[in-house]
């Protein structure tokens, strides 16, 4: 997931904001305009941030000298009950990766 940032001067630019997306028609999130930080705001998921919608945004950003700050949030490591051979060892692995000191409760 990708959130997408642009600030400065873009009260006269708030239409060609709004229609800044990527191309995709399964893409449905509209840019909101985050009054605490005085910036538009956008959530884009991986399958749609391409390299054609990251040019288009940097390219508006620069010809208009607007603040643009596109932030990746991580991806997290999450197993299955099934990438284990028992539910003994799944639960022992979540205890071991929670717990600081290794304590596995009996």
């Given at each position: 997931?990708?959130n997408?940032?642009?600030?400065?001067?873009?009260?006269?630019?708030?239409?060609?904001?709004?229609?800044?997306?990527?191309?995709?028609?399964?893409f449905?999130?509209?840019?909101?305009?985050?009054y605490?930080?005085?910036?538009?705001?956008?959530?884009?998921?991986?399958?749609?941030?391409?390299?054609?919608?990251?040019?288009?945004?940097?390219?508006?950003?620069?010809?208009?000298?607007?603040?643009?700050?596109?932030?990746?949030?991580?991806?997290?490591?999450?197993?299955?009950?099934?990438?284990?051979?028992?539910?003994?060892?799944?639960?022992?692995?979540?205890?071991?990766?929670?717990?600081?000191?290794?304590?596995?409760?009996?």
């Open positions: 997931m990708y997408i940032y642009i600030s400065g001067d873009t009260y006269s630019l708030r239409e060609e904001i709004k229609r800044l997306k990527p191309t995709n028609k399964h449905k999130r509209w840019w909101r305009y985050d605490k930080f005085n910036c538009w705001h956008l959530k884009v998921a991986d399958t749609f941030f391409t390299k054609e919608f990251n040019t288009l945004i940097v390219n508006f950003s620069q010809k208009h000298s607007l603040i643009l700050e596109v932030l990746q949030e991580p991806k997290p490591v999450k197993k299955s009950i099934n990438d284990f051979e028992s539910e003994e060892e799944y639960f022992e692995h979540f205890h071991k990766k929670n717990k600081p000191n290794g304590f596995i409760p009996k």
